[in-house]
């Protein structure tokens, strides 16, 4: 069954780096585009980024265009967020997210904390 894995979350200070990677598992990740989702407490869950199948084309939410990148392996079947110039308010947990066969299929998430 498609299982997606986070990792690489944790507490930063503000203006620090992170980078999660999620490994896919369970599909032909090749063939599919991925995303980023994240949701902080008593927030919706939002769009933070999201990568074509070939990785040729990505689109990010605008409070993170220029300081998070999202790229993939599509050899070892992971998409990563890079993470730079952490805010207060990007604390939340980050989901790695893909549409498969019409069904939203989420991992665990994985906590970011940017904190003094």
């Known amino acids: 069954q498609v299982q997606l894995v986070e990792s690489g979350g944790g507490l930063v200070q503000p203006g620090g780096s992170l980078r999660l990677s999620c490994a896919a598992s369970?599909?032909?990740?090749?063939?599919?585009?991925m995303s980023w989702y994240r949701q902080a407490p008593g927030k919706e869950r939002e769009l933070v980024a999201r990568?074509?199948?070939?990785?040729?084309?990505?689109d990010y939410a605008d409070s993170m265009k220029g300081r998070f990148t999202i790229s993939r392996d599509n050899a070892k079947n992971t998409v990563y967020l890079q993470m730079n110039s952490l805010k207060l308010e990007d604390t939340a947990v980050y989901y790695c997210?893909?549409?498969?066969?019409?069904?939203?299929?989420w991992g665990q998430g994985t906590q970011v904390t940017v904190s003094s």
């Open positions: 997210n893909v549409k498969w066969r019409g069904l939203q299929r």
């Open positions: 369970g599909f032909i990740f090749s063939n599919y585009g």
């Open positions: 990568i074509t199948n070939t990785g040729d084309d990505t």
